[in-house]
Nanobody, 128 residues
Framework: QVQLVESGGGSVQVGGSLRLSCAASGRSFSIYVMGWFRQAPGKEREFVAAINWSGGNTVYADSVKGRFTISRDNAKNTVYLQMNSLKPEDTAVYYC?????????????????????WGQGTQVTVSS
């Protein structure tokens, strides 16, 4: 089992930036896809970004393309989400997740049901 702990959330004004981190405990972090999802009040959880095991392949939701960047440091068992040009509609609880079903997947999944380990979430609030 892997445990995921997010950090870096907070309140920021429109146009600002935040960097989320997700620290993973347990073995084999480096061989699995990692993803970020978010959930706003009254809405379903939605995909934000994902990265394959090596960091060489990333996928983004259209709503965050060009503004958010996902990366990982396998030596530190950590995945990051750099968020720039933040908008009020980015306000949500952000969750880190691991897709541990199959190792060494090249193309990350955007389906939350493929992810079997989740962090507790970190709040991001963007105000105008």
């Amino acid at each position: 089992q892997v445990q995921l702990v997010e950090s870096g959330g907070g309140s920021v004004q429109v146009g600002g930036s935040l960097r989320l981190s997700c620290a993973a405990s347990g073995r084999s972090f480096s061989i699995y896809v990692m993803g970020w999802f978010r959930q706003a009040p009254g809405k379903e959880r939605e995909f934000v970004a994902a990265i394959n095991w090596s960091g060489g392949n990333t996928v983004y939701a259209d709503s965050v393309k060009g503004r958010f960047t996902i990366s990982r440091d396998n030596a530190k068992n950590t995945v990051y989400l750099q968020m720039n040009s933040l908008k009020p509609e980015d306000t949500a609880v952000y969750y880190c997740a691991a897709d541990r079903q199959v190792p060494f997947i090249q193309v990350p999944s955007t389906d939350p049901y493929n992810y079997d380990s989740w962090g507790q979430g970190t709040q991001v609030t963007v105000s105008s």
